[in-house]
């Protein structure tokens, strides 16, 4: 069964692969379908659901709060939970509850070398979630894939849920297209030879309306039910983007938001 990005809060599910399904405001939808699961693999995964609970909180979490949030046995997440202590992957806050441990930094500073630019971002994403009260991520190139790095997500109960490490076609979506509008021309063409001559021309007319409003919107095209304002980050190949459902986040909502995103995302690097 296909599964969506806007959940109910503290019901997280992550997407993988998509299929086009149908056309709406001249996009085509894709459809998230799960990829085919590797058998025998289900205590990994309930390993990795736990970490990112732990990694996404601001606060040391508690084990109910784990449970609730990950929807699995009490038992079983006390065990995962001394096992990613054995390993220095979780660690015990003194005031109780669980935080993520040493292992997992030094992980994430062999993978991303730039990690503190990053994280430098995260008030900037707190300010524009809680300003627009929609979910604000920052997304990073990753060769013809965009990946989604941090994210500070909305308040309201229904709200679209950012997962570390997704990725998205370049030429695809708010994000993307806010990306591909900073790269010079021969890139784009790079990018878009991949694709066939009607997306290519339809991604070719997105990234100009995009150079010249300094945003992108998108309707539905990643994550069916999702709509996203994008800006580009000044001098990166990267992109603040803001996304809610779209029952709320409408295009006039966006496109009247449009301004403050990109005066906020000036701003930072002025004062950054």
């Not at 709060?65 to 992957?89: F, N």
């Not at 971002?121 to 990753?142: G, Q, V």
Request: contains cysteine.
């Amino acid at each position: 069964m296909a599964d969506a990005t806007i959940v109910n809060r503290g019901d997280a599910r992550q997407l993988a692969g998509a299929e086009p399904d149908r056309k709406a405001d001249g996009h085509t939808l894709l459809l998230m379908q799960p990829q085919p699961r590797t058998e025998g693999a289900d205590t990994a995964r309930r390993a990795l659901r736990v970490l990112e609970v732990i990694s996404h909180a601001d606060q040391p979490v508690s084990l109910e709060e784990i449970v609730r949030r990950t929807d699995l046995g009490k038992s079983m997440v006390y065990r995962l939970i001394r096992a990613l202590q054995e390993e220095s992957y979780v660690e015990r806050a003194n005031g109780g509850g669980y935080t993520i441990g040493g292992r997992l930094f030094a992980l994430a500073s062999a993978a991303l070398p730039n990690f503190d630019a990053y994280a430098s971002y995260l008030p900037l994403l707190r300010a524009l979630a809680a300003e627009s009260d929609e979910t604000c991520t920052l997304h990073r190139r990753a060769g013809h894939r965009v990946v989604l790095l941090l994210g500070a997500e909305s308040e309201q109960p229904l709200r679209r849920v950012w997962v570390a490490g997704e990725l998205t076609p370049l030429a695809q979506g708010s994000a993307g297209l806010a990306i591909m509008s900073g790269l010079p021309g021969k890139e784009i063409d790079d990018v878009l030879e991949r694709l066939d001559d009607s997306a290519a021309a339809r991604a070719r007319r997105d990234v100009a309306r995009a150079r010249r409003r300094g945003y992108t919107v998108s309707f539905g095209v990643n994550h069916p039910g999702v709509n996203g304002v994008a800006v580009p980050v000044p001098g990166l190949p990267m992109a603040i983007s803001v996304s809610g459902p779209d029952a709320r986040w409408s295009e006039k909502r966006m496109i009247e938001f449009a301004p403050r995103l990109i005066e906020m995302v000036e701003e930072f690097h002025r004062v950054g």
